[in-house]
Structure formats: C-alpha cells, structure tokens
C-alpha cells in the first residue's frame, strides 16, 4: 500500500469521533476517542474548524460538525447510486445467507423484480428481473402495503384480488387481515411469509421468504430487499430477520433515512 500523510489519518480520526457521537463532545472526549492527547486534539480541531468540517459552540466549547461537513455529506447524498448500493448490498447478503435475495420497487404495474442473487439452495420458483411480485401473498407484498405509496399500493391491491378470482364478500376479509399485516410490518420494520404462496392460496412447503424495506432521506419506500429460503430451525429464521434488517437498515441510512 502507498504510504499517506499521517496527519492526515490522525485528523480524521478525530472527525469521525465527531460524526458517530450522539451529541456535541468536549475537547477531553473527542481527545480520547481519537486516542491523542487533548492538547494534541486541540491543534487539529482548530485546523478541522478552519476547513469547515468541524465547529465549536461558542458558549459551551463543545464540538460537533461544522457547515461544510453539511455540504458534503448533502453532496454525497445527492449523487449516490441508490440502486447500486442496494445492488452490492444485496450480493454482500446473499454471500452471507447463501439463499436467493431479490430487490424489488414499484412501478405502474405494481412491484417489480428489478434485481436478484442467486443462492446456492436449489429454488422451485422461477423469479425473473422484469417480473412482477403478488401484493396479496408475498412478504415483499406486505412491505409495500406497510411502507408504499397507499393509494397506488390499495388501487393495485383491489385489482389483484378480483385478478385472482376472490369472491366479493371475502375480499373486505382479505384487505382487513393484509392491512394488519402490513401494520405489523411497518412497526417491525420487516415482513416474513412461512411457507411462500402464490396469489392463488396454494402454498410452497419448505420455503420461507422475509423482506425489509429500502427508505431514502424522505422517508419514502425505494426498494424491498428480500431473501427466500428453505425453511428450518427458528433461530435461521430469526437470523435471516436480522440480515435482511440490518441491510435495508445500513442502504436507508446511506440514503439518508
């Protein structure tokens, strides 16, 4: 590796001290973290406050950061890739789980499949990128009813179910149970199916899926990230939960959410 500017990398320790902390720091925590001395500290934070990545609070002498700090991560923000950070998150989660994990988003035929892993487990169920996925029965379903634009989502909702050949008196039955579904989801922040179904109520045994939402700075749902899996023991499910969580978590917050 190149050899780089020391003071450089020691600088920026004390920036990101700054940027993973909750609130303002003193001069003696922002020290510490960064594993200098406060004096030290004091002669890169003034440099830090001369370039706008840092400032101090003119009363209290507490540092936090600075207008240009700001700027730049608004500016980083605004020309990320969202589909392809959600894409190599994808990857890195299919890596870690070996099962199939799909990313999908909404258009004006409803959910589309815009992106997929292949996992090592052998799949029955063919899940093309351009194909779209059932509002009524899947797990990524129940995060655009919970996260989704609502209009769209119940207009598209209302089709499916007489696409499907639901009788009239069961489809207020079955809207009332996915809404409370999809209330679930929003306050779990996750969606999971166990066995996988198709629209017509015949289910996969053997096979579960478990989806997360994708929000970006507005809050707004951009993708849901979702694994399918063979089923076994509680704690894969509860694992594969997590993952699929903590990913969506980790690209939402790189959007700004």
């Given at each position: 590796?190149?050899?780089?500017i020391q003071?450089?990398?020691?600088?920026?320790?004390?920036?990101q001290?700054?940027v993973?902390?909750?609130?303002?720091?003193?001069?003696?925590?922002?020290?510490?973290?960064?594993?200098?001395?406060?004096?030290?500290?004091?002669?890169?934070?003034?440099?830090?406050?001369?370039?706008?990545?840092v400032s101090?609070?003119?009363?209290?002498?507490l540092?936090?950061?600075?207008?240009?700090?700001?700027r730049?991560?608004?500016?980083?923000?605004?020309?990320?890739?969202l589909?392809?950070?959600?894409?190599?998150?994808?990857q890195?989660?299919q890596?870690?789980?070996?099962?199939?994990?799909?990313?999908?988003?909404?258009?004006?035929?409803?959910i589309i499949?815009v992106?997929?892993?292949?996992?090592?487990e052998?799949?029955?169920?063919?899940?093309?990128?351009?194909?779209?996925?059932?509002?009524?029965?899947?797990?990524?379903?129940?995060?655009?009813?919970?996260?989704?634009?609502?209009?769209?989502?119940?207009?598209?909702?209302?089709?499916?179910?007489?696409?499907?050949?639901?009788?009239?008196?069961?489809?207020?039955?079955?809207?009332e149970?996915?809404?409370?579904?999809?209330?679930?989801?929003?306050?779990?922040?996750?969606?999971?199916v166990?066995?996988?179904?198709?629209?017509?109520?015949?289910?996969?045994?053997?096979?579960?899926?478990?989806?997360a939402?994708?929000?970006?700075?507005?809050?707004?749902?951009?993708y849901?990230?979702?694994?399918?899996?063979?089923?076994?023991?509680?704690?894969?499910?509860?694992a594969f939960?997590?993952?699929?969580?903590?990913?969506?978590?980790?690209?939402?917050?790189?959007?700004?959410?």
């Amino acid at each position: 590796m190149t050899k780089g500017i020391q003071s450089v990398v020691l600088g920026f320790r004390l920036l990101q001290a700054i940027v993973e902390a909750r609130a303002p720091l003193s001069l003696k925590a922002v020290s510490a973290l960064g594993g200098m001395s406060p004096s030290k500290a004091r002669m890169y934070l003034v440099s830090l406050i001369q370039t706008g990545l840092v400032s101090q609070n003119a009363d209290t002498g507490l540092y936090g950061l600075g207008p240009y700090a700001l700027r730049l991560g608004t500016r980083a923000i605004q020309r990320m890739d969202l589909m392809s950070v959600a894409t190599d998150a994808m990857q890195a989660l299919q890596r870690k789980t070996g099962a199939l994990v799909l990313l999908c988003a909404w258009d004006t035929r409803g959910i589309i499949i815009v992106s997929r892993a292949e996992g090592g487990e052998d799949q029955p169920l063919l899940y093309q990128i351009g194909a779209t996925a059932s509002l009524i029965s899947t797990a990524t379903g129940l995060i655009f009813l919970g996260f989704g634009p609502h209009e769209q989502t119940r207009l598209r909702l209302a089709e499916e179910l007489a696409e499907a050949g639901i009788p009239k008196g069961e489809r207020r039955k079955r809207t009332e149970a996915l809404e409370a579904l999809a209330a679930k989801a929003r306050q779990d922040r996750f969606a999971e199916v166990d066995p996988v179904a198709y629209v017509s109520g015949a289910t996969l045994t053997g096979y579960a899926a478990t989806a997360a939402p994708i929000l970006d700075g507005a809050g707004r749902l951009r993708y849901a990230l979702t694994i399918v899996y063979r089923t076994g023991p509680a704690q894969r499910k509860q694992a594969f939960a997590r993952l699929a969580l903590e990913t969506a978590d980790q690209v939402s917050h790189l959007a700004g959410s």
